[in-house]
């Protein structure tokens, strides 16, 4: 084929050079209108990803932060309580914080805005007496700071021990209390009892933040929102000129001040994007080659005539029933085996004769119609079919036993073309494929039925559990955390009832689990069941053991439809397999959610001298008369638009009859449709007597 498109092209003269000159120049056009858009896509993509890998500098940043913060909070906090603290006591305070880390250098609070107590408190001593209201720097800082009750930091300064250093800042406040000594709630005005301070090392902070890290692959920068030049009390790192360089920017979240980290590629954005050359030459290459294409599908249409020609042997040689027909429905073409097959005379078989001839021949009819009235209507019907534009797949049994394949299709242009096969002689082997194929599918879907109620209780509490902030537990004790007045002893009573409803939750997934674990198992026991060959093993159980496994289960799947699901058991023993019990009544229950749209599901357990009974009822559409003694019979369903909404073989109760019939019990149903159902499972309550 590649011989003879080649040959073609050395063969079609000059006019193909002026036609590759011309489709060359709008080649070139088309690649240089790519190309100036590749760099700022590439900048944009270049920004994306740079933004995602400092979500993590971002959220390290802020956790530093926010843990040196809850430090100050909670040493504020017990001075508001304690005002009148020694340096002997806010030493021991300040050594049981947990928070501390060795980036603290000292930690001091100025009652009245003077330094009196400090820590550590050798190599500070300097400091105390230090008077905020003398330094004209920083006292208007900490007049606003009193004022609006928020904290503040500084930084980088020079520290007086070597090194730079970064100051948080947070207000004390006394607490108020009433005549009988009691704390009330704060007023709009607090009486200040000073600051406390806590100073950092600079080059530890940057270190455990990660903007050391990050640094060396981004040039940094990291100010206020809406700085506004001599305002003391801001964190300033980088070199601010990169917010001068259409950088990334990442808002950080803190409660004191608005701060923004500034970044771009070190050295600043690139001048061009990546491998712009090769991708330049790469879109010269596909233009090439949609030239090529071009120039293969001009060849091709010039190759049409002959494909033409080849047509008419080609389906001459078929060994199937070949026609086409065209818009009009007028015979194009057909072969001799078409002809044979329905034994059209010559007369019939000319260029134009319509469709609807060929369909009133009596060999053409199928052979299950009676008499003539059948005849003409499946001849109307046949040719509407036709005018509608659909596509046809029958087999035709025709008159003379033979079983034809039709295979009709509408093409693109309007035009029918259709294939007829004899398959008579598969015809037989045809349906006994599709017993086999059925009775695989019937198999597919008892398996599909039965996994679906546990699989439906592990979905649910996944859900849950992927969203734990919903939890009243949780929210309680974030609530707490962002009061920072909760006692840390009722935080950790929070955690415990957050602890004990997240394993609540991972009790019923593991429940679910196993129980679904268990029925993998048992569908591989079907073939057992229906050879006769499976065996049960009975024991004496505790009712409760085997009924509040399958309640707490199918609770989930109760409420999510709105419906009442009560149980109500006796106390005792049932003889039965533990297991295939419980799978009988996971399938009934089951059953009972799912048919029934409102109303209640109720299992109750009835234990009497010689039996137990487990009865499970439901207001659900109930089942006809008509249908009471087939719904045990293997892949039967009620024929009702219900039950093919909620899906199912019918294979449940199948099984579940069969495994109440081997632990030496028995299966029963009452229904009254429109009403509900009521199915009875009865089961020995101890180990029959073997006859002496």
Known sequence: MFRSFFDWITSVGKWLWVYFVFASVISIFAIIQFDRPSYSKYLSELKSEMYLELLDVRETFEEVIHSQSLVLRELATFISDNPDITQEQFLNRVQNIRSIDDSTVSIAAAPDLVIKLIYPFDGNEDALGLDYRTNDEQFPMIQEMLSTGGEIITGPVNLAQGGLGMILR???????????????????????????????????????????????????????????????????????????????????????????????????????????????????????????????????????????????NGIEALADGFVMFDTRDRLIVSNARYREMYG?????????????????????????????????????????????????????????????????????????????????ELSHAKAAAEAASEAKTNFMGVLSHELRTPLTVILGVARIAKNPRLLKSSKTMLAAIEDGNTDPADIKIMMEEMFDQFSNLMDRTIQSGDHLLYLINEMLDIAKIESGSLT??????????????????????????????EVVRDTGQVYADKVRTQQILFNLVGNAIKFTESGHVKLK???????????????????????????????FQVDSSATRKAGGTGMGLAISRNLAELQGGSLTVESTAGVGSSFTLSLPSAKPRVPS
């Open 170 to 312: 947070a207000p004390v406040y006394l607490t108020e209390r009433d005549a009988n000594g009691n704390a009330m709630v704060p007023g709009d005005v607090r009486t200040p009892w000073g600051i406390v301070s806590l100073v950092l090392d600079y080059d530890e902070f940057l270190a455990e933040a990660g903007l050391t890290d990050a640094n060396e692959d981004y040039d940094l920068a990291i100010d206020v929102a809406g700085r506004r030049k001599g305002i003391e009390g801001v964190f300033l790192y980088g070199d601010q000129a990169v917010k001068e360089k259409d950088p990334v920017i990442l808002d950080f979240d803190f409660e004191f001040e608005d701060w923004q980290l500034y970044a771009t590629t070190k050295g600043g954005w690139p001048t061009a994007a990546e491998a712009q050359w090769q991708k330049r030459i790469g879109m010269v290459v596909v233009a090439l080659a949609l030239l090529v294409l071009l120039l293969y599908i001009i060849w091709l249409s010039e190759t049409r005539k002959r494909a033409e020609a080849l047509l008419h």
């Open 344 to 424: 059209f005379s010559e007369e019939m078989v000319h260029y134009g004769t319509p469709f609807s001839d060929y369909v009133k021949v009596g060999d053409h009819h199928p052979m299950q119609l009676s008499n003539s009235a059948d005849e003409m209507a499946w001849i109307a019907n046949r040719i509407e079919s036709r005018r509608s534009g659909g596509s046809l797949d029958i087999e035709q049994h025709l008159t003379d036993g033979r079983v034809i394949k039709v295979s009709d299709r509408r093409m693109q242009d309007g035009c029918y073309v259709g294939l007829y096969v004899d398959v008579t």
């Open 536 to 565: 049960v093993e009975s024991a004496a159980h505790n009712i409760a053991t085997i009924v509040d496994p399958v309640a707490i289960q199918l609770k989930t799947l109760s409420q999510k439809k709105g419906l009442s699901f």
């Open 605 to 635: 357990v009835t234990a009497n001298q010689d039996n137990v009974l487990f009865e499970v009822s439901d207001s659900g559409p109930g089942i006809g008369q008509s249908d009471i003694e087939s719904i045990f019979d293997v892949f």
